[in-house]
C-alpha cells in the first residue's frame, strides 16, 4: 500500500495561491492515480481532483477548473496541487488519496494522507 504525506498549504488571502505536495511511498505509487480531497467544518469531504498513474488524464470539480493545476512526478515520487485565484470557499483540511485506478480513487478511496489546513481569508 502506497503511504502518502502531505505538505504545504496554509493561510492565505484571497486571490492569492498555495500550493499542496503529496510524497509517497511503495512500489505502486507510479501505477496508483492520486488525488485531492478537501472537507470544510461541518460539511463532508468532497472530491476535488485526480491525475492518473501516466499524469497525461486530469479531471476536476467545476469550482477549480482554471485555477487549479493537478500534477505529478513519478521520479519523485510525489503530487502536486497548484491552486491560484484562491477564495475563501475554498477554506478546507485537504486531503491527498491514492488508487488503483481513477474510478476508484474519486468513487471509493481508501488509501489517505493526514490532511493539511488551507484557510483563505477575505
Known amino acids: 500500500q502506497v503511504q502518502l504525506v502531505e505538505s504545504g498549504g496554509g493561510l492565505v488571502q484571497a486571490g492569492g495561491s498555495l500550493r499542496l505536495s503529496c510524497a509517497a511511498s511503495?512500489?505502486?505509487?507510479?501505477?496508483?492515480?492520486v488525488g485531492w480531497f478537501r472537507q470544510a467544518p461541518g460539511k463532508e469531504r468532497d472530491f476535488v481532483a485526480a491525475v492518473d498513474a501516466s499524469g497525461s488524464i486530469t479531471n476536476y470539480i467545476d469550482s477549480v477548473k482554471g485555477r487549479f493545476t493537478i500534477s505529478r512526478d513519478n521520479a519523485k515520487n510525489t503530487v502536486y496541487l497548484q491552486m491560484n485565484s484562491l477564495k475563501p470557499e475554498d477554506t478546507a483540511v485537504y486531503y491527498c488519496?491514492?488508487?488503483?485506478?481513477?474510478?476508484?480513487?474519486?468513487?471509493?478511496?481508501?488509501?489517505w494522507g493526514q490532511g493539511r489546513q488551507v484557510t483563505v481569508s477575505s
Open positions: 511503495g512500489r505502486t505509487f507510479s501505477r496508483s492515480a
Open positions: 488519496a491514492a488508487g488503483p485506478s481513477m474510478y476508484l480513487l474519486t468513487t471509493s478511496p481508501t488509501n
